[in-house]
């Protein structure tokens, strides 16, 4: 019996009516609103007009656009890697692990993922605070992780206690995926835990490697929670990360329309990054 064209589309329809509601729809209205620019007429209120991409060659000039773009490469350039590297160690310490004990560091360190990301924030706030803090009680230290020159670090640290468990948990399922007969196959040749590892198991990560990488590119351009929770107990500069430097523009300026075209330009900004990155390690073969 043939199925009619249309059955497809049945199927699909509710998924595309969100995504085009939730998705597209307000992409194509920041794109509207960017080509907006606030002009103000004498002594009256500001008002909408249009300017075409000066809002774009405006926020090529600004210094503190620039400048969050430059903290997050830096900061992705240090987290994302160490990240990648723990997760990995977990997964194939995690994958050694035989009995009831396996189910138990499984959920220990996945456990930090559950957490909100503001309440995980408020957290390490608590432990960041330079006079609550009790690492700075138990060391006798006054140590200031919320000062200019290291709360870009101690963002970096959340993140990675956050995130190194739920990219653990993908490279763990990875693993599980590889078959026993290759494992079986390298013993009898005599091969020891390390040459599996070095020679069977990290080889056939590369693909959910390369796929974690990715993600956490991407999402690394996104952080905004943990730097606006922190804002509050210390010097968190408003440029710290991209999101949050737009997200200021727009409730704390009330220029919607600039933060608009930021949003969008580090949507692209972030899509080529990735893009970029992708086909360097596809082409070198590092992953």
């Known amino acids: 019996m043939k199925v009619p064209r249309l059955v497809p589309w049945l199927f699909l329809s509710p998924f595309l009516l969100l995504f085009a509601a939730f998705y597209l729809a307000p992409v194509l209205y920041a794109g509207y609103l960017s080509l907006f620019i606030k002009k103000r007429s004498g002594f009256g209120p500001a008002h909408d007009v249009f300017g075409g991409l000066t809002n774009y060659v405006r926020a090529f000039g600004d210094s503190d656009f620039l400048a969050s773009l430059l903290n997050i490469l830096k900061f992705g350039v240090v987290q994302v890697p160490l990240m990648l590297v723990l997760a990995t160690a977990l997964a194939l310490i995690l994958d050694g692990v035989k ?17 909100p990301s503001v309440i995980a924030g408020l957290l390490w706030g608590y432990l960041y605070s330079k006079n609550l803090s009790p690492l700075n009680q138990l060391t006798g230290l006054q140590t200031d992780f919320l000062s200019s020159g290291v709360v870009l670090w101690s963002i970096a640290n959340i993140v990675t206690w956050t995130w190194t468990g739920y990219n653990m948990i993908t490279l763990y399922a990875a693993l599980q995926n590889i078959p026993a007969e290759l494992y079986e196959a390298a013993r009898i040749d005599g091969a020891s835990n390390w040459t599996l590892t ?4 990290l080889p056939l990560l590369r693909p959910s490697l390369l796929l974690v990488l990715i993600f956490s590119i991407i999402g690394t351009m996104q952080i905004f929670a943990e730097p606006f929770v922190l804002r509050p107990l210390g010097y968190v500069p408003d440029h710290i990360t991209p999101n949050t430097y737009l997200y200021l523009v727009a409730s704390r300026d009330g220029n919607f329309s600039y933060a608009a075209a930021l949003a ?24």
């Open 99 to 115: 009995g009831p004990l396996q189910g138990f560091f499984r959920t220990a360190f996945y456990l930090p993922y559950t957490i």
């Open 198 to 201: 070095r020679f069977i198991k």
């Open 264 to 287: 969008l330009l580090l949507a692209v900004f972030t899509f080529l990054l990735s893009a970029v990155f992708l086909r360097l390690t596809r082409r070198g073969g590092a992953l």
